[in-house]
Nanobody
């Protein structure tokens, strides 16, 4: 059973940076994909980024492209989201989740939460002065 635990959220000023982490356990084999999602109050959950373990392929939502970087440390079973040039509109509860589809579909249409499972509990990121 896959388990994911997010950490590293906090309060940061506009223009600042923050790195959040997603520690995983329970994957069988070395092929997996993890996506980051966020949900602000009153809004739908949206896909932010996704990464595949084997080839490191990454994808990003247009709203974060050029500011956020997703990475993985396979030895530590951890995925990171480095967030730079943060804006107030980035404020949200950030979740990581595992792509539950076959390998060849990993990270495709990553914006749809329905393709992901084993959700973590989330970590709050607040961007405010």
């Amino acid at each position: 059973q896959v388990q994911l635990v997010e950490s590293g959220g906090g309060l940061v000023q506009p223009g600042g940076s923050l790195r959040i982490s997603c520690a995983s356990s329970g994957f069988t084999g070395d092929s997996w994909a993890i996506g980051w999602f966020r949900q602000a109050p009153g809004k739908e959950r949206e896909g932010v980024s996704c990464i595949r373990s084997r080839d490191g392929m990454t994808v990003y939502a247009d709203s974060v492209k050029g500011r956020f970087t997703i990475s993985r440390d396979n030895a530590k079973n951890t995925v990171y989201l480095q967030m730079n040039s943060l804006k107030p509109e980035d404020t949200a509860l950030y979740y990581c989740a595992a792509d539950s589809r076959p390998t060849n579909y990993y990270c495709s249409d990553f914006g749809s939460p329905k393709f992901f499972g084993s959700w973590g509990q989330g970590t709050q990121v607040t961007v405010s002065s």
